[in-house]
């Protein structure tokens, strides 16, 4: 059973950080290729940012240089550092495992303030 919790959202303002978690269980993050995803009030549902199992990072351009997917292989969870947020990076931040398509977490929610 694949299981996903994000935590660490919250209220910031512009110019500020934030380190959402991912805890996971039935998944290997040291092995499959983890995500971060996003979703706004009213947009569709992004990848922001993947980590594959040899490290290899991604990232859409509109957080390149901001953000950092990490992880940490003995705790099996998966984190985004997110620095200089801006009020255009305000949604629901969803952590997924990609061989795992129908599996969602709760997601936690990014607001940013101007």
């Known amino acids: 059973q694949v299981q996903l919790v994000e935590s660490g959202g919250g209220l910031v303002q512009s110019g500020g950080f934030l380190r959402p978690s991912c805890a996971t269980s039935?998944?290997?993050?040291?092995?499959?290729?983890m995500a971060w995803y996003r979703q706004a009030p009213g947009k569709r549902r992004e990848m922001v940012a993947s980590i594959a199992a040899f490290g290899r990072t991604n990232y859409t351009d509109s957080v390149k240089g901001r953000f950092v997917i990490s992880r940490d292989n003995a705790k099996n969870m998966v984190y985004l550092q997110m620095n200089s947020l801006k009020p255009e990076d305000t949604a629901v931040y969803y952590c997924?495992?990609?061989?795992?398509?129908?599996?969602w977490g709760q997601g936690t929610q990014v607001t940013v303030s101007s």
């Open positions: 997924k495992a990609l061989r795992y398509s129908s599996y």
């Open positions: 039935g998944v290997s993050v040291c092995i499959d290729t």
